[in-house]
């Protein structure tokens, strides 16, 4: 079965107010399913030093604001090459949730609802090519790339 789900990419300025470096808010969406066809969008972070970057899938958040077909729970994992950066199945799940939602409301995202299963990551990353992967199963493809954003 696949499902509509929602990626959302904000790089956010280390130290200072949203959007100081560029790109603000940009998203995407589509349908996805699982392993191979889990939705991927590859990004680059530019310049010689590490950005703050906050990735989010919505699947239940779709669904309360009307988007039918959207999926009930999400897997969102963050990629370099072939390897796994870090991984998330419930957006306030961690101990960063509270960074997570004021991040959100910084870069103007929707919110999500407390215990959602929607997923987010925030995190500092070096300048490089990276891919987000967000399957309704948690087996997003590791291999090829994904659309640039």
Not at 12 to 35: E, F
Not at 37 to 66: C, I, M
Not at 71 to 96: H, K, P
Request: glycine residues 14%; charged residues 15%.
């Amino acid at each position: 079965m696949r499902a509509l789900l929602w990626i959302g990419l904000a790089s956010l300025a280390i130290g200072s107010s949203a959007g100081a470096n560029g790109l603000v808010n940009l998203s995407a969406r589509g349908v996805a399913g699982p392993g191979s066809d889990a939705l991927t969008a590859g990004f680059v972070v530019a310049g010689d030093a590490p950005k703050r970057v906050l990735v989010r899938g919505a699947g239940p958040a779709l669904a309360s604001l009307g988007v039918a077909d959207a999926l009930a729970q999400v897997r969102l994992e963050i990629f370099r090459d072939a390897t796994a950066l870090a991984a998330n199945t419930g957006w306030d799940t961690g101990s960063d949730a509270n960074a997570l939602a004021q991040a959100a409301r910084a870069a103007g995202a929707f919110d999500f609802a407390a215990a959602s299963k929607d997923a987010a990551l925030l995190l500092v990353l070096e300048p490089g090519s990276y891919r987000a992967g967000s399957s309704r199963d948690g087996q997003c493809r590791r291999g090829g790339a994904g659309g640039n954003l």
